[in-house]
Structures are given as structure tokens and as C-alpha cells.
């Protein structure tokens, strides 16, 4: 019953038996090999861009921090929200690989509205050369709190960008995740809305560890790849990425993962019904449940893992409520929901 990060899950066989598949011989190194080319080329086909720039990467940090790197300028900001995933999870990374860049966060919830977006930027360029120039706007999908972003809203988004001549950038962590729950393709979630730069992850839907990088307008990718050796995340077997996101992209594996998480996850919040206050309903593949302390202590003792959001449960009485963070991957199975919901209905 592991439910505190889908980082935390297995990859799959199909990307170790990949991998074991790359093993075999003696391949070109740095990305001028076969396999990479044809990865590059699959991708461009799924996101219905023939011309895109795709390149690959070991981590989401890397390929978030390198990408708004190359929209970005040292003497810029980029605008993100709240609780957007390059805050509050990169250890400013990406003001680091920027140069210095700062964040500049948009007031309001997880997801940014696109009327204090455009008020922010607004807000901004208003110092002349004692504050800084605007720079991208970054938006992370599925949110931090297991929020999706509608199609339309990326769009309104997109749109403020567009009347200041600002580039965007997605940042998709879980972004399988994001298309299974619209319902809708890639291309739709990224260039169609205006999107100029997408991250199309993989590590946290059962690759070991890629991450591709797409540039929709394939003039800054020379730049990207500059940054990306210097900063030192240039793989000099580069098959062996090459190979994860090839086995990812097989018989849309990709879709068919990110569909077993969400199913799990809409699963575990009807299973807890009655036991616990979702704190968001299920859009994706994370909720954040409030429950009685007695719940928790009955769920830690069985050996469930997850992340306790809010709250001291050693300090807590039995009945005060604390918030966990429960997080499915694809390898959560209906049996460890089944399991995880009646322990805490019977608590």
C-alpha cells in the first residue's frame, strides 16, 4: 500500500527489458545514434509536430530548469503560480540555470486565473532598468495539489502571454496523466493552446528516469543544447534514455499507464467515502484527504506509506483531522486500494 509518490513506483518491464535490448552493443554516444533519432521522430508524430525540436533528458528539474533557461534572460522573471512545481520542488534550479532569473508568483491558488496573470505581468517592466524585464510564463500540469488545468483555461493563459509578446512554457511532470484526464491529445494540450514548450514526462509514469524537452518552434534549440552539455546533463550514452522513451511510446504504453493511475486514484476517493474530506476531487492521479487521527495511526500500523500533508500525529487526538497526500502510480493494483480504504473505514 504505496502511496506517497508516484517517483516511488517501479518502472516498468517493458522499459527494463528496453534497456536491456540498448545493452547489446556499441552505439554511437551523445544522442547521434538510431535509436535517439527515431525517438525524436515518434514524438514529433504524437504531438503533431513535424518540426519540433525534442531532446531528452535525465530529470524533470533538468529539463524544466534548461528549457526556461533558453526562453529566458538573467535580467527577466518567469511567472508562475503559487505552488507551481519549479518553486516549490527545484531547489531554485531554475533560477540557477537561468543566471539569476527570479520567479515572480501569481497571487491566487495552485492553478493561475488568467486575470491575475495578466495583472501580474502588468505589475512588472514598471521600474525601468531597477526591476526586471518580463520573461515566460510557466504553467505545471497536473498541479501540485492534483489540480488539472482545462483546456480552455491554458488557453486564456497562453492568451495574456500572446499580449506581451511571452513565450510559455509546461511544465508536465505528469503530463500523461493530464491527457488521459481531458481526454484529449497532446498536441491539443500543448501547441494548439498556445503552448511554446513542453516537458513530456516520463519518469513519474513508469520509465526509469527520461524526460523529453519539445520546443514547438525549433529556432531555440541549438541554444538548448549548448546549456544542457554545460550544465552537465548531456548523457554520453544516450541510448539508454533513448531506449525508455522508445519502449514509453510503444502501443501507447505512455496512455495506457497514466490510465491505470488515474483509474486508482478515482477508485481510492470513493473508497474513502465517508472517512475522509477531499480537499480536491479526483482529476488526476492525486488527492489530498482529510482524516481523523485515529484513521492514520490504523494506516501507518498496516504498513501504509504516504505523505502526511498537515498535522502531528503524535500529537494529535483521535478525532483531530490531518491531511495526507495520496499519490497512485500505475503499479498501484485495486487490491492495495481495496486494502488501504477498509482500514480506515473500520478505524
Known sequence: MNFASDNAGPAHPNVIE???????????????????????????????????AVELVATGTAANSLALATLCQPFQTVFCSTTGH???????????????????????????????????????????????MRGPVSITQITERGNLYALDE?????DVAREYGLPVHLDGARFSNAVVALGCSPAEMTWKAGVDVAVFGGTKNGLMGVEAVIFFDPKA???????????????????YLAAQMDAYLDADLWHRLAGEANARCAELARGLEGVATLRNRPQGNMIFADMPARAHKA????????????GDLEAAGDEDMLTARLVCDWSVSTEDVARFCE????A
Do not use: Q
Open 299 to 310: 494506516l501507518k500500523a498496516a504498513g501504509a506509506e504516504y505523505y502526511l500533508w498537515e
Open 221 to 239: 534549440h541549438r541554444e538548448f543544447e549548448y546549456r544542457r552539455k554545460r550544465g552537465g546533463h548531456l548523457f554520453s550514452k544516450f541510448r
Open 154 to 158: 491554458i488557453r486564456a493563459l497562453t
Open 343 to 346: 482500514i480506515a473505514r473500520s
Open 18 to 52: 528496453a534497456l536491456s535490448r540498448a545493452n547489446e552493443a556499441h552505439v554511437a554516444g551523445y544522442g547521434a545514434d538510431e535509436l535517439t533519432a527515431r525517438v525524436r521522430h515518434r514524438i514529433r508524430h504524437l504531438f503533431e509536430a513535424p518540426e519540433a
Open 86 to 132: 519549479i518553486h516549490e520542488d527545484e531547489c531554485n534550479a531554475p533560477e540557477f540555470y537561468t543566471g539569476g532569473a527570479k520567479l515572480t508568483l501569481v497571487p491566487g491558488g495552485d492553478k493561475m486565473d488568467a486575470g491575475a496573470l495578466r495583472d501580474t505581468i502588468a505589475a512588472e517592466e514598471s521600474r525601468g532598468v531597477h526591476g526586471p
